[in-house]
């Protein structure tokens, strides 16, 4: 392809290319060069697994990967130890060693569910790096030289630091060196590119300087759309329980699937699956004007992601396995149930903490607004609703359920 052709293939589903025309120029230059593009993102392994937030990324490096160029890797051992401030109030709190490797062992097999470990045709393995190979032997002296190459005023112009510097809120001297160790890692592998979160901007942004000054080529900085999680609202995050893994179970993974609101249908389709863009467009259209049942675009959706990790059968199995159970709400004939102690109708808070499926209110009230909570079927966001035990009916929290009688 010509790079006029891969930069139309590369700024779909991005949200900013900076600077701009930039990349189409890299493209072009590589070409005359005969090279491939370095293309860098960063993980930190801050937690065990990986979700389909993550994946946004890495569905765009395969894409970087397809059309030939070199996708590099940084699983940021050091940099986790350190915590990244983007977003953040309050400082991270610091990993250990020990968690932090525990963490990238599973990481690292998850990204070749995206990716290609060893592909034909012309593409590139993936180039994996974790940045204690140059953190972790660099004299201290040197990591002060790395620190005069910025300011702090110029650190303060990210909107976390500056608005905890302004509430008098702590901020951390180990949380500045953040932004520098990932600038340093961009002149480490010799980046061309880095990929990552609209919230990774000014990390994204400030290696090229760091790169100009060790005499390499500003890398060119592309930010992605942040996906949200299961309550439509904030971005997906295994902290806020909003998440779906990459390494769930086919069921679990069509059901929270299902379980999204109608609105975010259309990003979720654009974000991480495997449809061209004109067939999202036909789908976003068809959910505008009404041609298209919500429902049904849903269940495609969720076939269509639960196909990437598991297989087309997987996929089937989930389906017909969702539609038995909530669709014509039948229900596990050994499922358990629950008398509820009341003669009227409960809420909904009560009917989860009663019978066993929420620990506490506050975690029932998180199921809900996540949207995890369905009754026959149905689901519940509305945290002011009541129940009627006229008829006996199925409650279900995730992949738990009971089924509720008056006692």
């Known amino acids: 392809m010509t790079p006029e052709q891969q930069w139309e293939v590369l700024r779909q589903g991005t949200e900013e290319v900076l600077p701009e025309g930039a990349l189409l120029e890299r493209l072009r230059v590589c070409a005359r060069e005969g090279r491939p593009l370095r293309v860098k993102q960063g993980f930190d392994p801050t937690a065990p697994d990986i979700h389909l937030g993550h994946t946004v990324g890495l569905r765009k490096l395969r894409q970087f990967q397809d059309l030939g160029h070199q996708v590099v890797l940084i699983v940021g051992d050091s940099t986790a130890q350190v915590g990244d401030p983007s977003g953040l109030s309050k400082t991270r709190p610091q990993l250990t060693e020990a968690q932090v490797e525990q963490n990238a062992t599973t990481y690292l097999e998850q990204f ?47 909107d976390d630091f500056s608005k905890r510097y302004a509430a008098q809120q702590p901020i951390g001297l180990h949380e500045l060196f953040y932004p520098v160790m ?47 999680g299961l309550d439509g609202v904030q971005r997906m995050s295994k902290s806020l329980g909003n998440y779906i893994g990459v390494t769930d179970t086919a069921p679990d993974m069509f059901g929270k699937v299902m379980s999204l609101p109608d609105g975010v249908m259309g990003l979720y389709w654009r974000l991480v699956t495997d449809a061209s863009p004109s067939e999202v467009a036909n789908i976003e259209r068809g959910l505008s004007d009404g041609s298209a049942h919500p ?6 959706l969720a076939r269509r992601i639960v196909r990437l990790y598991h297989g087309e059968d997987a996929a089937d199995r989930a389906q017909r396995d969702f539609e038995a159970q909530f669709s014509r709400h039948e229900v596990p004939q050994d499922v358990a149930e629950w008398a509820a102690p009341a003669t009227g109708p409960m809420g909904i808070k009560d009917l989860l903490v009663k019978s ?8 029932a009230w998180r199921a809900v607004e996540q949207g995890a909570v369905s009754i026959d079927g149905q689901r519940v966001i509305d945290r002011n609703h009541a129940q009627s035990l006229d008829a006996p009916f199925v409650l279900r929290l995730g992949r738990k359920m009971v089924r509720v009688r008056r006692a």
Do not use: C
């Open 295 to 300: 429902m049904v675009v849903k269940k495609d």
């Open 112 to 158: 070749y569910r995206v990716l290609e470990r060893s592909p034909g045709g012309g593409k590139l393995p993936v180039e994996v790096h974790r940045n204690s190979e140059w953190f972790g032997k660099m004299p201290f002296m040197s990591a002060i030289q790395l620190a005069a190459q910025s300011t702090v005023a110029r650190m303060l112009e990210r």
């Open 182 to 228: 990932v600038a340093y890692d961009s002149v480490a592998i010799r980046a061309d590119v880095e990929l990552g979160a609209t919230e990774q901007k000014y990390n994204l942004l400030i290696g090229r300087p760091y790169q100009e000054f060790h005499g390499q080529a500003p890398q060119i900085a592309l930010t992605l759309p942040v996906l949200p």
């Open 356 to 363: 066993g499926l929420a620990t506490s209110g506050s975690a």
